[in-house]
């Protein structure tokens, strides 16, 4: 159970900059010695420096004979920085544990081969700031430092420009028109729909537009990934049936 505790720790330090880490994949590593964890990382914003390389950093000397939980297997080639591999042998961890493998084929396995002197292996697992975007084809709002302002016309252009400018993850809160166009796009693979135990009826404001199917049977389908509760309210997570 504690391989499992400290794994789901690195995984919320994967998320740290999550949709911030092209080209690189957001990964978290959790350094743990003695049941306490003496180093933790996340895959820096733009790619580098790696999680494995933070936490190691983050522990020092500390990371000898220690545990290393990291979420996508370390890479063993010289890219922009050198080989995680080597840094985690060198630092003297004796045991790693990692979430999944990286298809990556400069890597796909020949991470966990490198580090076969340790004890590693594949658990079978499979201060956050993000980027604001306003749509505004007319032109009102002036963009500033943390805000860009996007005047692309459809949502494949506004995700394509994110793509470009390095983000992988797009989280869009909008009324009615641009939830709609996003929906009929076809981009849309996650919903957090908030509800309130409030009936307000068709004087309220739509969430969507039109344009959906008439039938039931020919209805976009979602499955429910996660139903929480918070306080009166509730949060349901749907995931495209294609996803």
């Keep these: 159970m504690s391989d499992l505790r400290f794994m789901q720790m690195a995984l919320q330090m994967a998320e740290r900059n999550l949709g911030q880490v092209w080209p690189n994949p957001a990964v978290g590593a959790i350094i743990v010695k003695d049941g306490a964890v003496v180093g933790q990382g996340a895959t820096a914003r733009g790619g580098r420096p790696h999680a494995e390389t933070e936490a190691l950093k983050q522990a020092g000397e500390k990371a000898r004979d220690a545990t290393m939980y990291v979420t996508l297997e370390p890479c063993n080639h010289q890219g922009g920085t050198p080989p995680c591999t080597g840094a985690i042998i060198d630092a003297g961890i004796v045991r790693c544990v990692v979430a999944c493998g990286d298809s990556n084929p ?10 076969k002197q340790l004890n590693c292996r594949l658990s079978g697992l499979e201060e956050r700031s993000p980027q604001r975007v306003v749509c ?64 307000i009826g068709e004087d309220g404001l739509s969430g969507v537009g039109s344009g ?3 039938e039931l049977a020919s209805a ?8 929480l509760q918070l306080g009166d309210d509730t949060l349901e997570v749907l995931c495209s049936a294609a996803s």
């Design 106 to 115: 400069k890597v796909n396995g020949a991470g966990v081969a490198a580090l």
């Design 136 to 199: 505004d084809r007319s032109g009102r709002i002036t963009a500033e430092k943390n805000l860009w302002v996007l005047a692309e016309k459809s949502p494949e252009d506004v995700l394509k420009t994110l793509a470009e400018k390095g983000v992988t993850r797009v989280l869009v809160e909008a009324g009615k028109t641009l939830s709609t166009a996003f929906f009929h796009s076809g981009c849309v693979d996650k919903i957090y729909w908030f509800r309130a135990p409030k009936l």
């Design 212 to 214: 959906f199917a008439a």
């Design 220 to 227: 976009s389908h979602f499955k429910r990934e996660r139903l």
